[in-house]
């Protein structure tokens, strides 16, 4: 699957900032359960499992790089992203949002939603079965424009 924009960040982008502006000092959620159709929709019934914060401490935001390299954003590479798991489940998706972000059905909010897997999803991870109470870190983590 393609990453999924929503309209509020695709928006901002045109008329306002850049992607990096856009989600700085935002969040990564990681669910487990079915997405939803696209990244203007409401999160639903999905179970949260970790919110990915600056050094896991739970309030501090997560930052991109200041400059993109041949059409990829990457994670501005000084910060640690983690968090601990909330709940025992399985990995399917993430979304990544501003800080104040609900995760109700928005055409304003600025979301980045794609698929977790082991291999060949837009977050890969070492293993998708989380486990309640362990520290999840993304050592890498980036957004490519597509080419021409």
Do not use: C
């Not at 709940?87 to 055409?107: F, I, L, P």
């Amino acid at each position: 699957m393609a990453l999924k924009v929503s309209t509020g960040l695709r928006n901002y982008m045109m008329d306002t900032g850049s992607l990096g502006d856009a989600l700085a000092l935002g969040f990564i959620n990681i669910y487990a359960g079915s997405p939803p159709a696209d990244a203007d929709a409401a999160v639903g019934g999905a179970t949260l499992l970790l919110q990915l914060t600056e050094s896991g401490d739970g309030v501090t935001g997560l930052n991109m790089a200041a400059a993109a390299v041949n059409g990829v954003l990457s994670k501005l590479s000084s910060e640690d992203w983690q968090g601990t798991v909330l709940t025992n489940g399985t990995a399917a998706w993430y979304r990544h949002v501003e800080a104040a972000d609900t995760g109700v059905s928005s055409t304003t909010e600025k979301r980045i939603q794609g698929t977790i897997a082991t291999a060949g999803a837009d977050m890969n991870m070492t293993d998708v079965a989380l486990v309640a109470s362990a520290v999840e870190t993304v050592n890498s983590y980036s957004v490519a424009l597509p080419t021409y």
